[in-house]
Nanobody, 126 residues
């Protein structure tokens, strides 16, 4: 089992940047595919980005491709989401999640992730 704690959210103007962090407990962090999801008020949760166990393969939602970068540091048990060129429509609660199942590529399906953090609020003003 793994516990996840996000940080780094906040208020930023459109065009600005934020870096989210997700710290994981335990000694088996490198065994998990990690993902970031977000949920805006009144909307369904949506996939943002994911990264495989070694960090060699990443996947992004079309809406963030080219602006967001997911990365991980297995020595620090942490996954990051660098968000650049932020837009008001990026406003949401961002949550990291861990998928323990071995896969060829990181999954974008929320149902594949067994462990979830509490989330961190990101607000982008226009």
């Amino acid at each position: 089992q793994v516990q996840l704690v996000e940080s780094g959210g906040g208020l930023v103007q459109a065009g600005g940047s934020l870096r989210l962090s997700c710290a994981a407990s335990g000694r088996t962090f490198s065994r998990y595919t990690m993902g970031w999801f977000r949920q805006a008020p009144g909307k369904e949760r949506e996939f943002v980005a994911s990264i495989n166990r070694s960090g060699s393969i990443t996947s992004y939602a079309d809406s963030v491709k080219g602006r967001f970068t997911i990365s991980r540091d297995n020595a620090k048990n942490t996954v990051y989401l660098q968000m650049n060129s932020l837009k008001p429509e990026d406003t949401a609660v961002y949550t990291c999640a861990a998928d323990p199942t071995p896969r060829w590529a990181p999954t974008s399906r929320g149902s594949d992730y067994d462990y979830w953090g509490q989330g961190t609020q990101v607000t982008v003003s226009s």
